[in-house]
C-alpha cells in the first residue's frame, strides 16, 4: 500500500467526525470591500428544535465560522462598532455554506468617545504571564514555532522551548495536555493563525484541587486558539518529492469542541526530519501524574528521536492519534494516546582518538558503517474523575513495543601497526506495561490527602554478535575460534518495579502547613545470559550473566511549608531504610541502612516577574544493576566493561540559585542560575589495564564527584531590534581507577554567545546568533583543549504578500590544540513558499545543504580520549512540494 492511501486511510475517522457538523463559514467586508476584523457574529435558532446560541467574531481577514448539529433556519447579526447592523436569515442545508456580508459605515456622529481600555501585548498575572498573538505576529508566520520565535524570552532548540532559560516542561492547547504534553509536536503543527494568545505558567498544576498544598516548579506552555477556531476542524496537508529520491508526506488534522478534543499527526520522509524528542517519548511511557515520575525508560528511543540530517541515509516515519473526551456530565475525562515512529538510517564515520594513560599513549583510526532499523509502537489511557470538588482518580496504562536493530562493519588502525575488520550485529525486543492510580481528597479546607501507587513491568530480549579478522584481547580472552574471533550473547532481562504512598497534607493557618508522607518503593530484576564463543579456565564464571538484583526503599516524610508575604520556603526531612540485594551464581552482596535526608526550597517574589529561590537537596543513590555485575561485557574489539558486585551507594548533595527578572514595559529579560553538585567518592569499576585492548568504554560510577554550573542571560528589545547574551561555565572533577591507582580528572567548559534579531513590517526578519564555545581537561597524563567558534544566519522575508523566502546557514569552527587543519563545517538550507492570498494552497521549493557538503567534524574529550568525528552527510537536495490548509 502507497504512502499516500496510509494517510488517506488514517484520516477517514476525523473527515467521518467532520461530516456529522454543518459549517457555515463566510468573510465580512465594509462596501469597499475591506475585510474587517473583529465584527460580532450571533446566531439563534427559528426551528422548532431550538440550537444554542452560537456566537462569534471575524479575524484579522475578515473571515469566521460557526457550527450547528443539525439542519434548519437561523438568524444571525452582524455587527461592529462604526457600522450599521445587518440581520439576515439563512437556511442550513448543508455541511459547508459560505456567505459574504458587507457593512456599512454608520452617519451617526458622537460627539465625544472615550476608550477606556488600553491593549497590552503582555499581560501579567500572579504565576501567568500572557502573549497576544496578534501583537507579533505579520503574516509569515506558519506555524506555532515562527509566531514563538518572534516573542521576547523564547527559544527554541529541535522542538524544546525554552521560556527565560528554562525548559518548559508541559504544553497545554485550551488547557488540556497536547499529545502528551511534550513541545515539539505542538509548536511544528499547530498553525500559527489558529492562535489567540500564549500563556506561560509557573508552578503549574493539572490539579486545582491539590493546588493550595502541592509544591512544583514546573514551567507549562498553554495556547489559546482563536473564538472561530473552537468547536471546528483544521490543520494542514503536505506532499514533496526531489532529487536523489527524495520525498516527504505529511498531514495533521485537529478537532475542537468544550467535551471532545481529537488530533492526528502522520509523516513520512526521507530527509531526516525528526518529529518527537525524547521527552515526547518519555511522556508517553511515564504517563505522568502529579505524584510520580517515570523511572524506567527507553535509552533505545532517546538516540533516534531528534532530526538526523548528519548521516547519508535517514527515512523516518511516524503516526499519531490523541483524543479526549468528557463523560457522566464532564467528571470523567477519558484520554487517548497511540503512537508508531520507525526510522531507518545509514552513517559513515571516520573517527580518530588519542588516548592518553599514566604508562601509554597510542593513536587509533577507525572508519565505521552504520546500518540501523528502529521501530517504536506506544499507546496510553488515562481515566481522570472527578466525583465532586473534594474528591478525584486518577488511573493511567500504557503499553510500549521497541525493536532496535544495529549492523556495523568497522575498519581500525592502531599506531600504523594493527589493522583489523570487526562486523557487530545487535538487536533487541522490548515491551513494557506501566500502570498509576492516583486519588485525592479534600477533607476540610485544612486537611487534604494523597494515595498514589504505581506498578512497572518490562521484559527486554537482546542478541549481541561480534566477530574480528583478527584476534583481540589476545593477553585476556581466549577464544574458541583463533581463526575468526567472535562471540555471541543473548540476553533475557524481566523487571518489575512497585512503589506506592500515603501523603496527608495539614493547613494549620495561612502562612504553615504540615504534611506527612510514607514511601515504599521496590524493584525487582533478573538477568538470564552468557557470552559465548570465548572461554576463561581461571575463571568460569566470568562470561556468565545471570544476576538477581533488588532494591527497596521505605521512608517518612515530614514537611513544613511556610508563606509569609512574598517568601515561601518549604522544608522537608526523610528518614530512610535503604535495602539492596545483588546475587550471582558466585556471589551474594546485601546491604541494609539508615539514611536521613533533608531538603530546602526557599522563593521570594521581589516583584511581578522578579523571583530568586534557593534548593538544597541531599539523596542516596543507588548502583544500577549492570554496574554491579562483575561477569565481563565486550562490547567492541577494544571495549570491555566489568562491573564490581561489592559497590555501595552514594550520596548526593545539590543546590541550586536561580533568579528571574522580566521588565513588561521594556520587554526585558534577565536570568541567571548557579548550581553545585557534590557526590562522596565510592568504591567505583576499576580499568584492569591501560593498553589498546581496553581503550573506551568505561563507566565512572561516581562521575562527577564534584560539578559547578553558572548561567547567565539578558535580552531586551530596542525598536525593531532585540538583542540578547548569554554565558555558561561548567566545572567537573571525577575519579578514575586504573591498574588499582586512583587518579583525578578536571575538567572544564566555558560557553558564551550572543544574538541580535531584527524585525520591521515589510522587510526581513532577520536573526543572527554567535556563540564561542572552550573546553579544557587536566588529563591523567596532560592538558588537552579544544574551542568551537558556531555562528548561525537566519532570514524570513514575505514578498508581495504572496512569496515566504526562508534560509538558515551554519558556520561552525572546531579546533583541538589549536593546530587542526580544515576544521570549519558549513550548512545551509533555503525555502521558497508561494501563497496567493487567502487560498488554502501554497507551492514551495526547498534545499536541503545547498552548498553540497559531503561531511561534518565533531569534537569531544571524554576522561583519557580526545576524540575527532568526521560524518559523512546526505548530499544537496532540493524538493517540490504543496501544502493545504484545512
Given amino acids: 500500500m502507497s504512502r499516500t492511501l496510509i494517510i488517506l486511510f488514517l484520516f477517514i475517522p476525523f473527515l467521518t467526525l467532520a461530516q456529522t457538523k454543518y459549517v457555515l463559514k463566510g468573510v465580512v467586508s465594509d462596501e469597499n470591500n475591506v475585510h474587517l476584523s473583529h465584527a460580532s457574529i450571533v446566531a439563534r435558532s427559528l426551528g422548532t428544535d431550538a440550537q444554542p446560541v452560537q456566537f462569534s467574531k471575524t479575524d484579522q481577514d475578515g473571515a469566521f465560522a460557526l457550527n450547528f448539529k443539525q439542519k434548519g433556519t437561523i438568524e444571525v447579526v452582524f455587527s461592529r462598532i462604526g457600522y450599521t447592523k445587518v440581520t439576515d436569515t439563512i437556511k442550513i442545508e448543508r455541511t459547508l455554506q459560505e456567505i459574504k456580508v458587507n457593512l456599512i459605515k454608520s452617519s451617526t456622529r458622537l460627539s465625544e468617545v472615550k476608550i477606556d481600555y488600553k491593549y497590552q501585548a503582555v499581560q501579567i498575572g500572579k504565576d501567568t504571564i500572557r502573549f497576544m498573538a496578534d501583537y507579533f505576529r505579520d503574516g509569515s508566520e506558519r506555524k506555532l514555532q515562527d509566531l514563538l520565535e518572534k ?172 483524543g479526549t473526551t468528557k463523560l457522566l456530565d464532564k467528571r470523567l475525562k477519558v484520554t487517548l494516546y497511540a503512537l508508531y515512529s520507525e526510522n531507518r538510517v545509514q552513517s559513515l564515520q571516520d573517527i580518530h582518538n588519542n588516548y592518553t594513560f599514566p604508562d601509554s599513549s597510542f593513536f587509533e583510526k577507525r572508519q565505521n558503517r552504520n546500518n540501523q532499523k528502529n521501530g517504536v509502537a506506544l499507546a496510553n489511557i488515562a481515566l481522570k474523575y472527578k466525583r465532586n470538588p473534594y474528591f478525584n482518580v486518577d488511573y493511567t496504562v500504557d503499553f510500549d513495543l521497541t525493536n532496535p536493530r544495529l549492523m556495523q562493519v568497522s575498519t581500525m588502525e592502531v599506531d600504523h601497526i594493527r589493522f583489523s575488520n570487526s562486523q557487530k550485529n545487535e538487536s533487541a525486543r522490548a515491551y513494557s506495561v506501566k500502570q498509576f492510580l492516583e486519588s485525592n481528597w479534600k477533607h476540610s479546607v485544612r486537611r487534604y490527602s494523597t494515595f498514589a501507587l504505581q506498578h512497572q513491568f518490562s521484559n527486554h530480549k537482546a542478541q549481541f554478535k561480534l566477530s574480528s579478522d583478527k584476534a583481540f584481547f589476545e593477553n585476556t580472552l581466549n577464544f574458541l575460534d583463533e581463526n575468526r574471533p567472535g562471540i555471541f550473547r543473548p540476553i533475557k532481562r524481566v523487571e518489575n518495579l512497585f512503589n506506592v504512598s500515603l501523603k496527608h497534607y495539614l493547613v494549620l493557618d495561612h502562612r504553615h502547613q504540615l504534611h506527612f508522607e510514607l514511601n515504599s518503593q521496590n524493584q525487582i530484576l533478573r538477568q538470564e545470559g552468557t557470552t559465548m564463543g570465548v572461554v576463561d579456565s581461571i575463571n568460569p564464571n566470568i562470561f556468565n550473566h545471570d544476576q538477581h538484583y533488588r532494591t527497596g526503599n521505605t521512608f517518612l516524610g515530614l514537611y513544613h511549608r511556610f508563606t509569609w508575604r512574598k517568601l515561601n520556603t518549604l522544608i522537608s526531612f526523610k528518614e530512610h531504610f535503604l535495602t539492596f540485594d545483588n546475587k550471582k551464581s558466585d556471589s551474594k552482596y546485601e546491604n541494609n541502612r539508615l539514611s536521613f535526608q533533608p531538603e530546602i526550597d526557599v522563593n521570594y517574589e521581589i516583584g511581578p516577574s522578579n523571583t530568586v529561590s534557593l534548593k538544597y537537596k541531599q539523596d542516596y543513590l543507588y548502583p544500577k544493576y549492570n554496574e554491579m555485575n562483575p561477569s565481563y561485557w565486550i562490547n567492541d574489539y577494544n571495549v570491555i566493561f566489568r562491573g564490581n558486585d561489592s559497590l555501595s551507594g552514594q550520596m548526593q548533595h545539590r543546590i541550586r ?66 538583542p540578547e547574551v548569554s554565558s555558561s561555565f561548567l566545572n567537573m572533577k571525577l575519579a578514575q581507577i586504573i591498574s588499582n591507582e586512583t587518579f583525578d580528572i578536571r575538567q572544564n567548559t566555558f560557553s558564551t554567545s550572543a544574538s541580535l534579531g531584527w524585525r520591521k513590517p515589510r522587510y526581513p526578519d532577520i536573526k543572527a546568533s554567535w556563540s564561542h564555545t572552550i573546553s579544557w581537561q587536566y588529563h591523567i597524563a596532560n592538558r588537552r583543549m579544544f574551542t568551537t567558534d558556531k555562528l548561525d544566519l537566519s532570514a524570513k522575508y514575505m514578498v508581495a504578500k504572496s512569496f515566504n523566502i526562508r534560509t538558515d546557514w551554519s558556520f561552525e569552527k572546531a579546533i583541538f590544540d589549536k593546530n587542526q587543519s580544515n576544521p570549519i563545517s558549513i550548512l545551509a538550507n533555503l525555502e521558497l513558499e508561494y501563497k496567493k492570498g487567502k487560498s488554502p494552497f501554497s507551492f514551495y521549493t526547498q534545499g536541503f545543504n545547498i552548498l553540497g557538503n559531503d561531511r561534518y567534524r565533531v569534537l569531544q574529550l571524554t576522561e583519557y580520549v580526545a576524540t575527532e568525528q568526521i560524518t559523512y552527510i546526505m548530499p544537496r537536495v532540493f524538493m517540490l512540494g504543496l501544502r493545504y490548509k484545512i
Fill in 657 to 722: 540559585l536561580y533568579y528571574r527578572n522580566f521588565d513588561i514595559a521594556r520587554l526585558r529579560m534577565l536570568y541567571f542560575s548557579s548550581t553545585v553538585q557534590l557526590k562522596n567518592k565510592i568504591k567505583a569499576n576499576i580499568l584492569p589495564f591501560s593498553t589498546v585492548d581496553q581503550v573506551k568504554g568505561v563507566t565512572l560510577l561516581d562521575r562527577p564527584d564534584f560539578q559547578m554550573m553558572h548561567m547567565i542571560g539578558y535580552s531586551i528589545r530596542i525598536g525593531r531590534f532585540e
Fill in 151 to 322: 516573542m521576547p524570552g523564547f527559544s527554541i532548540e529541535d522542538g524544546r522551548v525554552k521560556f527565560q532559560g528554562k525548559i518548559v516542561n508541559i504544553t497545554l492547547l485550551e488547557n488540556e495536555r497536547f499529545f502528551g504534553g511534550g513541545s515539539k509536536i505542538a509548536v511544528e503543527n499547530i498553525p500559527a493563525d489558529a492562535v489567540d494568545n500564549v500563556e506561560m505558567i509557573s508552578r503549574f498544576s493539572e490539579n486545582e484541587m491539590m493546588k493550595a498544598v502541592q509544591v512544583n516548579d514546573q514551567l507549562a506552555m498553554n495556547i489559546k486558539l482563536k473564538a472561530n477556531k473552537k468547536n471546528f476542524v483544521f490543520g494542514d496537508l503536505e506532499t514533496a518529492a526531489g532529487n536523489h529520491e527524495s520525498y516527504k508526506e505529511h498531514a495533521a488534522l485537529f478537532y475542537y469542541s468544550p467535551n471532545k478534543t481529537g488530533s492526528f499527526i502522520a509523516d513520512v520522509n526521507s530527509i531526516g526530519l525528526g518529529s518527537l524528542t525524547k521527552e515526547d517519548i518519555t511522556r508517553v511511557q511515564s504517563s505522568e501524574l502529579q505524584y510520580f515520575n517515570n523511572t524506567s525508560s527507553n535509552q533505545v528511543l532517546y538516540d533516534y528521536a531528534k532530526s538526523n540530517q548528519r548521516v547519508q541515509s535517514n527515512i523516518n516515519k511516524l503516526a499519531t492519534i490523541n
